[in-house]
C-alpha cells in the first residue's frame, strides 16, 4: 500500500498492510508562507514519510484594530473568500495537494473558534494564560460582543475548510481550544462554543476523509466533545490524563489518533533500539484497525526529521505481539 491506501483502507474501518502514523511540528518563522512554506512542508514530507499530509497553518485572524476592551470584539468581521487570511491558505494547500496527493492524503488545518479569537486577541500565535483569561473575562463581562466575533469567526473558518476541500484537501485538521475545565466552564463552553462548532464541522464534513477532531492544552474536558461530528481524534493524553482506551470509550467508532508523548526523552533522545522498542509497545496496546500512531501535538521543532522516519520503519517492523517492558 501507498500511504494514501493505507491511510483511506483506516478510515473505511479496513484493515492496513501497516499501523500508519501522523506527525507534524510548526516550521521556522521564515518558512511560514509562500515559497519557503511549499519546500519544508514537501522536504518533511519525503524525509519523515509520514503517511498523513498535514498542511500548517501559521496565519492570524484579521482585526482591524487591537482588542484592548470587550466592546472591541464587536468588531471582529467575518472573511470573504477573496480575502488575504483565506486566499494564503488555500493557495498552499492547493500546491501540497499538486505535488502529494497521488500518494498521500493532504489534511488541511483549521485553527477552531477560541483558537481563532486567541490569535486575533494577541496578534500572535500563542494561546497561553494571558490571551486565554483576558478572553474569559472579556466574554463574562461583554458575552454579546464577543459572541458576535465568535460567530464571525466561525463563518471565516467554515469559508476556510471548504476552500481547502475544494483545493483537494482530502479532509479537515480541526484544532479546538477552550474544553479546558480551569477556563470556561462547561456551561459556557456548551453555550457559546460548541453549538458554533458543532455546525460549522457539520457543514464542512464531506471531505474524503472527513474531520480530525484535535483536542488541545492541559485539563481538557474530552466529554464536551464527544458530540462533535468528526471521523478521527487526538488529543493530549498526558495533559489530559485521558488514556486511548479511554478515549475510544467516549468516541465509539472514531479513529483514534495518538499514542507517542511529543516530549517523550526516547522519542528525542532514545537509541534506535529503544525507539522502536517504545512504538512497538504503543502498536501492540493499541492493535487495532481503525489506529493511526501519532503524537499528542505538535513536534518539537528541533527534531531530527531522521527521530520521525525511525518510527515509520517501527511501525513497518511491527509483527503483533504483547506489550514489552
Not at 96 to 103: C, E, F, L, N, P
Not at 285 to 308: H, K, Q
Request: proline content about 5%; hydrophobic content about 35%; some cysteine.
Amino acid at each position: 500500500m501507498n500511504r494514501r491506501e493505507r491511510i483511506t483502507a483506516v478510515f473505511k474501518g479496513e484493515e492496513p498492510d501497516r499501523t500508519p502514523m501522523g506527525f507534524w511540528m510548526h516550521f521556522p518563522t521564515e518558512q511560514h508562507h509562500g515559497e519557503e512554506a511549499l519546500a519544508a512542508h514537501l522536504k518533511y514530507f519525503e524525509e519523515t514519510k509520514t503517511d498523513i499530509c498535514k498542511v500548517m497553518n501559521e496565519n492570524l485572524y484579521p482585526v482591524q484594530h487591537p482588542i484592548m476592551e470587550a466592546a472591541d470584539w464587536a468588531d471582529v468581521k467575518a472573511c470573504g473568500r477573496n480575502h488575504p487570511f483565506i486566499r494564503s491558505q488555500v493557495e498552499l494547500v492547493k500546491r501540497i495537494v499538486d505535488s502529494t496527493a497521488d500518494d498521500a492524503p493532504v489534511i488541511a488545518t483549521v485553527h477552531g473558534i477560541v483558537a481563532s479569537a486567541s490569535h486575533a486577541l494577541m496578534q500572535c500565535s500563542r494561546y497561553d494564560k494571558v490571551g486565554r483569561y483576558a478572553q474569559l473575562y472579556h466574554l463574562r463581562t461583554n458575552p454579546d460582543s464577543v459572541y458576535s466575533a465568535y460567530q464571525a469567526i466561525a463563518e471565516s473558518l467554515t469559508i476556510l475548510a471548504e476552500e481547502c476541500i475544494a483545493a483537494g484537501a482530502d479532509g479537515i485538521y480541526y484544532a479546538a481550544l477552550g474544553g479546558e475545565r480551569d477556563g470556561f466552564t462547561a456551561e459556557e463552553h456548551a453555550r457559546y462554543i460548541a453549538p458554533l462548532e458543532e455546525q460549522l464541522m457539520r457543514e464542512i464534513d464531506h471531505a474524503p476523509i472527513g474531520n480530525i477532531l484535535h483536542m488541545c492544552k492541559p485539563l481538557v474536558d474530552l466529554e464536551r466533545y464527544v458530540d462533535y461530528p468528526c471521523e478521527a481524534v487526538n488529543w493530549g493524553i498526558l495533559e489530559s490524563g485521558v488514556k486511548l482506551f479511554e478515549g475510544r470509550k467516549l468516541f465509539p467508532g472514531k479513529v483514534i489518533m495518538g499514542g507517542m508523548d511529543d516530549g517523550s526523552q526516547i522519542l528525542i533522545s532514545g537509541s534506535p533500539e529503544e525507539l522502536e522498542r517504545e512504538v512497538h509497545n504503543i502498536l501492540a496496546e493499541n492493535d487495532y484497525p481503525g489506529f493511526i500512531l501519532a503524537s499528542d501535538c505538535t513536534l518539537p521543532g528541533n527534531l531530527p526529521y531522521e527521530r520521525i522516519r525511525m518510527m515509520e520503519k517501527a511501525c513497518e517492523t511491527y509483527r503483533g505481539g504483547s506489550y514489552e517492558l
